[in-house]
Structure formats: C-alpha cells, structure tokens
C-alpha cells in the first residue's frame, strides 16, 4: 500500500488542522492506520491509530481531547483533525499502515512504532 499525507501547513497557536492520508492499493480498508511525527532533534513518535475493523482508536496523552482520528473506507482516507494546537505540535507528520489489527496491537504495538507501510511526512508549523 502506497500513503500520501497532506493538509499541513503554517497555524497560529490556537488554531486547527486537518491532516489527510490517501493510501493507494489493495484492501485499503483492511489495514490499521496510524498517524505519528517527529519534531526538529526529537525522535518520532506515535499521535493516534484506528483499526480496520471495529473503529477502535488509541490516541498519546499529549494529543488525547485535542486531536481526532477517523477513516473513510470509501475515499481510502484517514484523517487526524487537530485542534488547539500549540507551539510543541510543531512536526512533520506522518501516516502509516499495517493489516495487523486488534486493540492490543493499536494500544501496544502501534506506539512503539510496529507498523509495516510509511508515507512522506507533510509539515505542521504552530506559531507562538
């Protein structure tokens, strides 16, 4: 499965965005999709996942009641609405998926990084 985010840009604290991530390919959606970034110096790490099955969804406590992940089977897109964001959100994001599912897996597995398809990064810029 090939990924392709987009949505980023430049927003003021405060401010919201809508990442997208479009995944060409076959049984799109039979893939758990997450989202994770990486910060300028920092390593990258994990934001939100949603299953393919049940819709089950996993966020990190940095993001939990200010981002919202969601998919459109449909469209084979997923998507990663943030509001209120701030100066730390600041990262290239990047979307990726696995046909591995269960909550175990999105609520383990998915934040250490255990997904098998990555996508470019688009760029969110939060200023202060």
């Known amino acids: 499965v090939q990924l392709q985010a987009s949505g980023g840009g430049l927003v003021q604290a405060g401010g919201s965005l809508r990442l997208s991530c479009t995944a060409s390919?076959?049984?799109?959606?039979?893939?758990?999709m997450g989202w994770f970034r990486q910060a300028p110096g920092k390593e990258r790490e994990f934001v939100a996942a949603?299953?393919?099955?049940?819709?089950?969804?996993h966020y990190a406590d940095s993001v939990k009641d200010r981002f919202t992940i969601s998919r459109d089977n449909a469209k084979n897109t997923v998507y990663l609405q943030m509001n209120s964001l701030n100066p730390e959100d600041t990262a290239v994001y990047y979307c990726?998926?696995?046909?591995?599912?269960?909550?175990?897996?999105?609520?383990?597995?998915?934040?250490?990084?255990?997904?098998?398809?990555w996508g470019e990064g688009t760029l969110v810029t939060v200023s202060s």
């Open positions: 990726a998926a696995d046909p591995r599912n269960g909550r175990y897996y999105i609520s383990i597995l998915v934040p250490r990084g255990g997904m098998d398809y």
């Open positions: 390919g076959r049984t799109y959606n039979r893939y758990t």
């Open positions: 949603i299953s393919w099955s049940e819709g089950s969804t």
